[in-house]
């Protein structure tokens, strides 16, 4: 697999300058345009003719069409000039593509290039940091050109009314640019809900229709219980903080993530795997699309932890629920001694009944037990008999 990553963003920008010898905006789209035009370097809106260099590039394409026209080009081209005289800067983009990235994703097949997906990625890619810059009166039109050994996209930016004097944009959004162009060319959504439906549908429902002190957990996974009633007797006093991510679960936060662990390794040994598996190639994904193992740690880190923070939160909502029917006692007690004398034998009563059921159902659950494993012996030595 190649190590240059599947997209990189290159930005610039120019500011304008009032000089007659100052190269104008429509010198760029010359320059992306037409190669004839070149060489009037003193014109900016030149840019858009080595854009549409047919020999290099596809054509200029803009945010709602995909083909300009000569009138087109030419009120575009005065867009740029006037975007200029008023004091706009111009912003120049450049979206490189490694080209077996771009076949990875299906983009790129043969010699065919599937330009309708490039122009759709490099619309939302232009959209959001519009939208992040608040640039809410921007112009821009772009290219694909093929004159490289990489495809790439230009794409030229200028605002057309109150212009601002700042050409530098947060790196934030050229970030968040380069994530759009990724996530439009090759969407990973399928492969990102069947992590999410392994933590929520599987584990979590799992979790939420089996108690964690049940008997057949007492009896055959006492660990599991263990741990519990360890990370019970240690919670704050103060319930508001008894979820995964308050201040006052600080300290409990590794004992419940070994907790979840135990939970997973005894219930959902195969399928944590199969999740484990899955979440290393959508790392690997990360790692080719943006040449940054930091980033694609980071996506690892943040699943792992939206396993813990949820199971967390499930397993402390069902201590806070345990909490609520525990009896508690009440501050200035008013009650006579025969009162709590009744009351002591009433609650030793339902104690008992409670420890007998129990020893029924744990009896119950080890006689199907000592039955099932029995039963399986049996069906053992007849497949050996045959």
Known sequence: MSNIPGVIIKSKFKLPQATRRARRYTTYLSYIDRPETKARSHQFEN???YMEDELKSS??????????NANEREQLRDIFRRAQENGSILWQDVI????????EVGVKENRYIDEQRLMQATRNATALMIEKEQMLHATWTAAIHYNTNNIHVHVATVETVHPRERGKRKPKTIEKMKAQVVHTLADRT?????????IRDEVLAHKRNHATLSVSNRVLHPELVRQYKAIQKQLPDDKRQWYYNMNGMQELRPSLNRLTDAYLATYFEKEHTSFKQRLDTEVAFYERSYGSSSQASAYRKTKEQDLYTR??????????????SSPKLTKGDTSSPKQKIRSAFRRERIMQETLYRIGRHMNDEWDHIKNQRAFEQLEQEVQHER
């Open 190 to 198: 399928r492969e990102q809900e069947k992590l999410n439906a392994f």
């Open 311 to 324: 199971m967390g939160n499930a397993i402390l909502s069902e201590m806070r629920e345990s909490d609520k």
């Open 47 to 49: 840019y858009h003719d």
């Open 59 to 68: 054509g200029l394409f803009t945010a709602t069409q995909d083909r300009l």
């Open 96 to 103: 490189s593509f490694d080209e077996a990235w771009l076949q």
